[in-house]
């Protein structure tokens, strides 16, 4: 399919040419039909409605301060500490850490806005006659965002083609909500593109939709009742059938280094199921992908581009920085230092070959001394040791002369080094944006055959996958520590240490029932907090919307 901003593009305008070319004989008040609009638009133009479908993914899933912000801000993996006069924005990251945030808060109303601009653009292109597999492709990005909506606010806003557009649109929450999302699913899968991996997942493919539909199955106790979250033996099924399919499929397989899932030219990555493609070189094709490092890495931590190498703000916690240590034999001690790259290759630490020639940089976990790629340490802005310190300031606030280096940052998403001038930035990098990737089917299946108490189906794919990352062997595994969110022998862990910065933690923990647990910097919680409030403006426009319990 072309590149999606192309296409975007060139959507708008063509649809203000239809106005602009067309004889228009009626009245005032009179309008086109959805078959006249159609005609209007040709060929090509539910193709052009669809594209520009696919291109809202980029917004809500690429900014830090939009589904990544709720998803992993709001838990023990991330956090936006306020450094000087950086990073305080009136407090909005720390709200979000502390579960503090109203119905006013502005990422809370910018992710809702997102979310449904691609919740109703994939609707309208159900509106102009697609064929079978432009329907099937539109049905998926609506329930992609529904899910979404869903899991974050506990409801969503639909329209079906057809509805009057001057009436404020249904809402559905509970089971009326996953239902229809499963219905939407099954119905789309049999006309989506068959799964070819590696570029073909810029596509909604059948295995995206299967991967979704897993998703919900094992989440669909947690959206009925997120206090105490329950498992159906059938929707656990569901998960082992749709999980072993793609397994067993052939399409995909470990990447033999971790970090190149996220690499400059992660594209061709057999763990990539579905993602967002970025152009390299091309400032039209790009959704701003270099978030994901700039909103972490010092304004130092590269060379070739210091004092404009990061924005120096988000990190991650030492509790879960701890949970890598972990072997055969239970829980091994952390350091933080270059003696933990033993534990998994996934914390980091290591050479990276692609990487820490042209940079100094390590993906992962940078803890401790940073140096440039010639082995000389680095330096923040006042000359003192680029250093970084699990420690941060107990309010998130920090005042003392290390402000800069406190905060233990990750960098998954690796920008391309090799052309420290042109593909740094987000006009130029080639990184796509990893939507669905083939270790969390892996994970899921895993989590299904251990709630129905099949412990050894479970540890086998655990381990395998552990295996690829050149982690020790696990004997035994639990579920969930109900008192400790970190502890490094339960599946939670395992997830956490795979699919960390990914998006995923906030709805793994509620599942899991220990959101509300205290971790660091979040010493208490309420349980209103287990879903986000409807936006203010949002209630104002919709008055088919609720505003959830204890806002």
């Not at 070319?21 to 209007?40: E, F, G, H, I, R």
Request: glycine share 8%; proline share 6%; hydrophobic share 35%.
């Amino acid at each position: 399919m072309l590149p999606y901003k192309k296409i975007f593009a060139v959507a708008i305008p063509l649809l203000g040419m239809i106005v602009g070319c067309t004889k228009l004989d009626q009245s005032l008040k009179s309008s086109l039909t959805a078959t006249q609009a159609a005609n209007a638009l040709g060929a090509n133009g539910t193709q052009l409605l669809l594209n520009a479908a696919y291109v809202d993914l980029a917004t809500p899933f690429t900014g830090q301060d939009q589904v990544f912000s709720l998803e992993e801000n709001s838990t023990d993996e991330s956090l936006v500490p306020t450094r000087g006069g950086d990073w305080d924005d009136n407090g909005v990251w720390r709200v979000i850490h502390n579960h503090t945030w109203n119905a006013d808060h502005q990422q809370v109303l910018n992710v809702f806005n997102n979310l449904n601009k691609l919740n109703f653009d994939a609707t309208n292109v159900l509106s102009f006659t697609p064929n079978a597999s432009q329907a099937a492709q539109a049905r998926f990005l609506r329930a992609y965002a529904l899910y979404y909506l869903l899991d974050l606010y506990g409801q969503y806003p639909i329209r079906n083609p057809g509805d009057n557009l001057l009436n404020a649109p249904t809402v559905l929450s509970g089971a009326a909500a996953v239902n229809f999302i499963i219905s939407e699913l099954t119905a789309a899968l049999p006309n989506l593109p068959a799964s070819t991996g590696g570029t073909g997942a810029s596509t909604a493919t059948q295995d995206a939709a299967k991967v979704l539909l897993m998703h919900i199955y094992l989440q669909r106790g947690a959206f009925l009742n997120r206090a105490a979250p329950t498992f159906a033996s059938s929707d656990l099924d569901s998960v082992i059938y749709y999980g072993n399919q793609i397994i067993n499929s052939g399409l995909y397989s470990y990447s033999s280094e971790y970090f190149d899932n996220f690499k400059a030219t992660n594209g061709s990555s057999p763990e990539l199921i579905f993602g967002y493609p970025n152009t390299s070189g091309n400032p039209v094709n790009n959704s701003g992908i270099d978030a994901r490092w700039m909103m972490t890495l010092h304004y130092n931590s590269y060379t070739a581009q210091a004092p404009n190498a990061g924005w120096n703000g988000f990190s991650t916690m030492s509790d879960f920085y701890n949970t890598f240590g972990v072997n055969a034999g239970g829980v091994v001690p952390t350091t933080y230092s270059m003696a933990d790259s033993v534990l998994d290759s996934r914390i980091g630490l290591r050479k990276n070959p692609n990487v820490t020639p042209y940079s100094g940089i390590r993906p992962g976990m940078l803890v401790g001394q940073q140096y440039d790629q010639n082995g000389n340490p680095l330096q923040d802005r006042k000359g003192n040791p680029l250093a970084f310190t699990p420690t941060i300031a107990s309010n998130m606030i920090e005042t003392g002369s290390n402000l800069e280096v406190t905060g233990i940052r990750v960098v998954k998403y690796v920008p391309d080094f090799t052309d420290p001038t042109g593909k740094y930035y987000s006009s130029n990098s080639g990184n796509w944006l990893v939507l669905m990737r083939y270790p969390d089917v892996v994970l899921m299946v895993a989590e299904a055959y251990l709630r129905k108490n099949q412990t050894s189906q479970a540890l086998n794919l655990v381990n395998q996958l552990r295996a690829a990352r050149n982690a020790p062997t696990l004997t035994s595994i639990t579920l969930v520590n109900p008192s400790n969110v970190d502890d490094p022998t339960t599946l939670l862990a395992e997830r956490g240490r795979e699919l960390y910065w990914e998006s995923y933690r906030r709805t793994d923990l509620i599942r899991f029932g220990v959101f509300l647990t205290p971790w660091q910097y979040k010493p208490n919680d309420d349980p209103k907090n287990l879903v986000y409030p409807i936006p203010t403006q949002a209630l104002a426009a919709n008055p088919n919307l609720v505003q959830n319990p204890g806002y």
